[in-house]
C-alpha cells in the first residue's frame, strides 16, 4: 500500500486487503438478453424531461431456482442544471422516453444503447455464466434514465415546457415493478447504477429496500453504487447545486440528511455528507482516480477517496466495496482484484454460507497514479467516457 493516514491504513490492513493486476482477455459477447419495454403511462406525474412517460425494462428470469433473485440497474448520463442544457437533453434519449430515440419494445441487455454493450451498465445484468457466473439467469431490470438529475426531480406542474419528475419516475418504477413485475416476492434484490446512476443509489437505496420488504419482509437487500461517490468540490459540485435548485429535488435525497441539514440541504447531495446514515448494506464500485471525479492532486485525491469512504462506508461491518486504481469512469466490473472479479467478489460477501460474516469485505486495488497495469480486463481505452 502506498502511504495514507495511518488510521486508514491500519484499517485496511486488518481487513487483510491484497490487490492484484492478472492480465485478462475481454470477454466475448454474450447470447441474446432480451427485456421487454414498460412505459409508465398509467402513472401521470412520472414522466421524462419532454413528457413523455417513464420507462423500465425487464428481463425475466431465466431459471425457476432463481426466479426470486433481482438485479435492477439504475441507468446514468450525467444531468442538466440550466434551461438551456435541459431542453437541449430533452432532444434526446437521455430526456426522452420516445421511440424515436431508440426506445423500442424490447432491449439487449448484452447491447444497451450508451453503455458500452454492458459495461457501464452493470455485468451482473450479462446473462452469459461465464462472464457472470452469480446472476445470469436472474431477473433483470433497467430504470431508463430521463429526468437529468439523478431520479431527484419534484415539481409539479412543466416548467418551460420542460417536466422535472424523476423522483416519481423512481417511485412509479418500483411501484410497478412491486405490483406488476414480480418484484413483491423477491428473495434477494442487488440494486446499482452507473455514474449519475450510482449517485442515484446512494439517493434511493434505502426507499427501494423499504418498499420491497413491505411486500417480501424475507428479502435481503444489496446497494451498489458504480462511480457514485462524486466529491463537494472540484468538477460537477456547482451542477448538482443547480439541478438541486431547479428540480426542488429534496424530496428525493437522503431523509435523515435532510432533517439533520435544514440550513444547507444541497450537502445531502454529496455522499461524503450522508453515506454513513444510509441503513441498506453497500458494496460500491469506486476508482480513486474516477477521471470525471479527481482533482488535480491526483494521489491527493485517492488518499481523500479512501479515507472518507472508509469513514461513511467501509469501516461499517454490513458493507463492502470494491474500489479499485485503473483510472476509470464506470465499467470495472470485470477487472481482477485477489484473484476474483466483481460477480464473484460479491458473491463472496453477500451470499455467505449459514449466513457467517464474510471473509473479505473489501476488494482494493491501491497503486500510485498512474496504474496502466491496474486497468487488467483488457479494455481500459475503450472504457474511458466523457460522459457521467
Not at 224 to 248: I, L
Request: with cysteine.
Amino acid at each position: 500500500l502506498r502511504r495514507m493516514p495511518s488510521a486508514v491504513l491500519g484499517f485496511l490492513l486488518g481487513l487483510g486487503v491484497i490487490a492484484r493486476a492478472d492480465a485478462v482477455a475481454p470477454p466475448p459477447p454474450g447470447p441474446p438478453n432480451i427485456a421487454t419495454a414498460h412505459w409508465l403511462d398509467q402513472y401521470p406525474m412520472a414522466q421524462c424531461l419532454d413528457g413523455s412517460p417513464g420507462l423500465y425494462y425487464l428481463r425475466k428470469a431465466t431459471s425457476a431456482v432463481n426466479s426470486t433473485k433481482w438485479v435492477i440497474h439504475i441507468q446514468g448520463g450525467g444531468w442538466c442544471s440550466t434551461n438551456e442544457s435541459c431542453q437541449s437533453r430533452s432532444l434526446s434519449r437521455l430526456g426522452s422516453s420516445k421511440r424515436e430515440y431508440n426506445n423500442n419494445d424490447t432491449m439487449d441487455l448484452n447491447n444497451i444503447d450508451g453503455c458500452n454493450n454492458n459495461r457501464w451498465c452493470g455485468a451482473l445484468m450479462v446473462n452469459d455464466p461465464a462472464i457472470n457466473p452469480l446472476a445470469y439467469d436472474w431477473n433483470a431490470a433497467f430504470l431508463y434514465y430521463c429526468d437529468g438529475a439523478s431520479w431527484t426531480g419534484n415539481v409539479a406542474d412543466p416548467v418551460d415546457g420542460l417536466y422535472f419528475r424523476g423522483w416519481h419516475n423512481m417511485q412509479a418504477a418500483v411501484t410497478d415493478l412491486l405490483t406488476t413485475g414480480g418484484l413483491d416476492s423477491a428473495s434477494v434484490v442487488l440494486i446499482g447504477g452507473d455514474s449519475a446512476g450510482g449517485l442515484a443509489t446512494f439517493f434511493h437505496i434505502d426507499y427501494m429496500r423499504e418498499q420491497i420488504q413491505a411486500k417480501s419482509p424475507q428479502a435481503r437487500v444489496l446497494g451498489q453504487p458504480d462511480s457514485g461517490f462524486w466529491p463537494d468540490g472540484e468538477g460537477f459540485a456547482s451542477t448538482f447545486r443547480g439541478f438541486f435548485a431547479m428540480q426542488n429535488s429534496t424530496a428525493g435525497l437522503n431523509a435523515e440528511c435532510v432533517a439533520a441539514n435544514p440550513g444547507n440541504l444541497s450537502k445531502c447531495l454529496f455522499p461524503q455528507y450522508f453515506a454513513q446514515m444510509i441503513e441498506t448494506p453497500l458494496f460500491p464500485l469506486q476508482s480513486i482516480y474516477d477521471p470525471l471525479q479527481k482533482s488535480s492532486d491526483r494521489d491527493g485525491h485517492g488518499e481523500w477517496i479512501l479515507s472518507t469512504m472508509n469513514a461513511t462506508i467501509l469501516s461499517n461491518p454490513k458493507n463492502g466495496g470494491w474500489v479499485h486504481s485503473c483510472e476509470r469512469h464506470c465499467g470495472a466490473e470485470l477487472l481482477t482484484i485477489d484473484g476474483v472479479q466483481y460477480p464473484e467478489a460479491v458473491e463472496r460477501f453477500f451470499f455467505t454460507p449459514d449466513g457467517r460474516p464474510p471473509s473479505q469485505r473489501l476488494w482494493l486495488q491501491d497503486a500510485p497514479y498512474p496504474c496502466t497495469s491496474c486497468c487488467n480486463d483488457g479494455g481500459a481505452a475503450d472504457l474511458l467516457t466523457n460522459e457521467a
